[in-house]
């Protein structure tokens, strides 16, 4: 090829310029992706605890194990099955209305488990929670359109980093969290001593 060939084919296939990353879209659809590995992995400390202190097994603590994985799988069994469906409402009503359903779904399943006495309640919270989160599907149809084919394949990068910094991250705060009363004595006793004292004026009142 002779120098005038190589030159012309240069500027025929002239090196596309790269798009930059739209930061402040492409944070918010992380921290959404952020939050489902956190709601999913917090209970993995103490889950083993709870089921022995809510006497799920009858005293058999053989079957620990057992009752604590059906509770940690269910959360990624249900969202397995509704996931799609997710998917497909989001392409009719739009991303963000999924998106805070399944905000919405994480925040009053992660209430509910916390105020679970019995095993029949952790079992619905998990499911409720799984059901209501699609949005892992949802996430990568956003960082699609939000992407071009220039930045698109850096943007996908960033998705198993922000999955495994919550999966990380997430047992750390469950563990560190659970049992407050007993890291932090002096704090609920000061919010036990203002109960009692409101205890007192109220009967007074009466």
């Known amino acids: 090829m002779t ?3 190589s030159s012309s084919s240069l500027l ?3 090196q596309v310029e790269k798009t930059p990353l739209p930061k402040t879209q492409l944070g918010l659809a992380l921290f959404v992706l952020f939050t489902g590995p956190m709601s999913a992995h917090y209970i993995f400390p103490f889950i083993n605890q709870l089921i ?5 097994t009858g005293g058999d ?3 620990i194990g057992y009752y604590a994985g059906v509770i940690e799988s269910l959360f990624y069994a249900t969202q397995a099955l509704t996931i799609f469906y997710w998917s497909r409402l989001s392409d009719h ?11 919405m779904g994480l925040s009053v ?8 006495r019995a095993f029949w309640a952790l079992v619905a919270s998990r499911c409720i929670a799984g059901a209501l989160n699609g949005n892992v599907g949802v ?3 956003i960082i699609g359109e939000i992407t071009d084919n220039t930045n ?9 980093i922000a999955f495994t910094v919550g999966a990380s991250v997430a047992p750390l705060y469950g563990g560190g969290l659970a049992k407050p009363h007993d890291h932090w004595p002096e704090l609920f006793s000061i919010a036990q001593r203002v109960v009692d004292s409101r205890a007192i004026w109220q009967s007074t009142c009466l």
């Open 3 to 5: 120098d005038d060939e």
């Open 12 to 14: 025929e296939n002239p």
């Open 52 to 56: 022995r202190e809510l006497d799920v």
């Open 61 to 63: 603590d053989r079957k």
């Open 93 to 103: 009503i739009g991303r963000k209305p999924v998106l805070l359903v399944g905000l």
């Open 109 to 116: 399943s992660n209430l509910c488990f916390g105020l679970s």
């Open 139 to 141: 996430i990568k149809s």
């Open 152 to 160: 698109m394949a850096q943007a996908f990068a960033l998705i198993p």
